[in-house]
């Protein structure tokens, strides 16, 4: 099975901006990613009012917004049939919120990662950063599994990361609960370490995803690899 020019449950090096197009309109039930937030790791030395005081927070290419971000947005409304999650850093949740906000066939919400075990790094000069954004929206009268549940999300961050900025399996597996049924297919034009990927296999759903590092799509298919012969 295709979805346009690409095969169902495949993960591929593509740059999203030139694959997506290649993808059909209303082709996806959901669209879960995290996005390069653009301003993650700051030298600690140049936010330090003194030299050295704060340890550096590197997120290698995480830090890097490889795309015009309406343009992105463009491409994942006109894809989607169903919800979308998009993980952002805090300069780019108004962008987010407002374009889909602004779609009078959709319904948006700010949502929030609770890190229940971040990291202490830094902790002794200001407060543990436990949090992290989501904009979540929805269009009208399509998938939503859940009841009277709140938008912030109580998940530990995970041990062992492969890529940098890594979400937890267990919450891509919740987000992916409440919005699809089995079968239907979630797209990750971001998709790093293949996080979707799995949690979309471990609950019977298609997926499809696009990252632009060659390095790490052969890690994410080696994780799907594994769920292959776990089972």
Not at 25 to 33: A, Q, Y
Not at 108 to 121: D, E, G, L
Request: hydrophobic fraction near 35%; proline fraction near 4%; aromatic fraction near 10%.
């Amino acid at each position: 099975m295709k979805i346009g020019a690409f095969d169902i449950n495949t993960i591929t090096k593509n740059d999203c901006m030139k694959a997506m197009p290649l993808m059909p309109s209303n082709s996806v039930d959901l669209i879960l990613t995290d996005i390069p937030y653009g301003n993650v790791s700051k030298n600690g030395e140049e936010r330090a009012k003194y030299s050295g005081q704060l340890r550096k927070l590197d997120k290698e290419d995480a830090d890097v917004e490889t795309f015009d971000l309406i343009e992105f947005l463009d491409e994942c409304y006109r894809l989607l049939k169903g919800s979308i999650y998009i993980f952002c850093g805090i300069e780019q949740m108004s962008t987010v919120f407002d374009y889909f906000d602004s779609k009078t066939d959709m319904t948006t919400r700010q949502c929030i990662w609770h890190k229940t075990n971040p990291s202490p790094v830094n902790g002794q000069h200001y407060w543990i950063h436990a949090i992290e954004n989501c904009v979540y929206a929805k269009k009208r009268k399509t998938t939503f599994n859940q009841h009277c549940k709140h938008n912030v999300w109580d998940f530990p961050a995970g041990r062992g990361k492969i890529h940098p900025t890594q979400k937890p399996l267990g919450l891509f597996k919740y987000l992916i609960e409440s919005s699809t049924f089995e079968g239907e297919v979630v797209f990750d034009p971001c998709i790093g370490s293949g996080t979707t990927a799995v949690a979309a296999r471990e609950l019977n759903r298609q997926y499809i995803g696009f990252d632009i590092s060659e390095e790490y799509v052969g890690k994410a298919n080696e994780r799907l690899s594994a769920i292959h012969i776990a089972k």
